[in-house]
């Protein structure tokens, strides 16, 4: 288990390389929900996502001879962003990033800005993740996990100790669920810091991992994700997550994929922000009466922004004006 200690260290490690983001209010979320309602923009931060945090303790913690042997890491697009620009401000050797191979082209050409070697594998981030473990074994290289990993977790849960600094009184913190080291980071500093808070975490419809994992008492590890454009969420929900937060997360909820796309295009037309759906999802429970959050502070984790030109464009095509309007 993580202590608070352990992620005030961890902070200490990544001060240098990353943004505090901010934490600014919602009037238009506010006003539809009848709560006090807060993003936090890590849409805004370095790579484009909260990522980066995890990756830099985790790969600040190797040794010489193991970043001699090689990175590996396998990414639905973000993670190994996070990995690539760590490696590269650390001034470490190149790293192997195995990505599906629906990655969308914006978080392709953004990685392929940094010194990194990328393969494409397979149809969803299971696969890649498999590809990623077969070559590990056969070059002994070092495995950097995008959420089954204590480093990797206390680097994320710096979200949650800025989260708490800056909005001590917050009663509800809303998070994007995929692998589970986001929302176990957040759980563990936020729980530290005020046990009454509750956290809620939000998965597509596509692939309720997490969801499945609490409700049956164990980790679903891998998931045959449906399609889904929060791809940064597809997949298996962590072991390492699930022992240490299972019982810190209040509920999970999941969203429909229509629900996404308007989160989105309300985000863009109201809020002025390029949201993932990945990170846009946070807020679907506050457009949709999902939730009830009447009378609470509320904290949207937006966890990330790299989201392709056209699936935008989709969106906003697909979404309509209605859906972006007060009366959605």
């Not at 309602?37 to 370095?46: A, D, I």
């Not at 502070?297 to 095509?317: C, E, H, K, P, T």
Request: aromatic fraction near 6%; hydrophobic fraction near 45%; glycine fraction near 10%.
């Amino acid at each position: 288990m993580l202590t608070l200690a352990d992620i005030l260290a961890a902070r200490q490690i990544i001060q240098p390389y990353v943004w505090r983001t901010p934490l600014v209010s919602s009037a238009g979320l506010s006003q539809r929900s009848g709560a006090e309602v807060y993003l936090k923009l890590e849409c805004w931060q370095r790579t484009g996502s909260f990522k980066l945090r995890g990756a830099l303790v985790k790969l600040n913690s190797l040794t010489r001879e193991e970043q001699v042997r090689g990175v590996v890491t396998a990414s639905a697009g973000n993670h190994g962003l996070g990995v690539a620009y760590a490696s590269q401000v650390l001034g470490q050797p190149a790293v192997t990033i195995f990505v599906p191979e629906n990655t969308p082209t914006s978080k392709l050409d953004h990685l392929a800005a940094f010194n990194c070697r990328i393969r494409r594998v397979g149809g969803q981030y299971d696969e890649a993740h498999a590809a990623a473990e077969v070559y590990v074994r056969e070059h002994q290289a070092t495995y950097v996990s995008a959420y089954d990993d204590p480093a990797v977790i206390s680097g994320q849960a710096t979200v949650g100790l800025e989260i708490l600094e800056d909005l001590p009184t917050a009663d509800l913190l809303l998070v994007p669920v995929g692998g589970g080291g986001l929302i176990a980071g957040i759980a563990l500093a936020a729980r530290a810091i005020n046990p009454g808070i509750r956290i809620i975490g939000l998965q597509p419809e596509a692939s309720p991992a997490a969801f499945l994992s609490l409700r049956d008492g164990r980790p679903y590890e891998t998931y045959p994700a449906g399609p889904t454009i929060c791809d940064g969420l597809a997949g298996g929900f962590g072991r390492v997550p699930f022992e240490m937060a299972a019982a810190l997360i209040d509920q999970i909820l999941v969203v429909s994929e229509a629900d996404v796309r308007r989160s989105i295009a309300w985000l863009l037309a109201h809020e002025q922000l390029v949201v993932e759906g990945a990170g846009a999802i946070a807020v679907a429970p506050l457009l949709n009466a999902q939730l009830e959050a009447a009378g609470k502070r509320v904290v949207a984790v937006l966890s990330g922004r790299n989201l392709d030109a056209s699936l935008l464009q989709d969106v906003l095509n697909t979404a309509g004006a209605a859906d972006t309007s007060s009366a959605w």
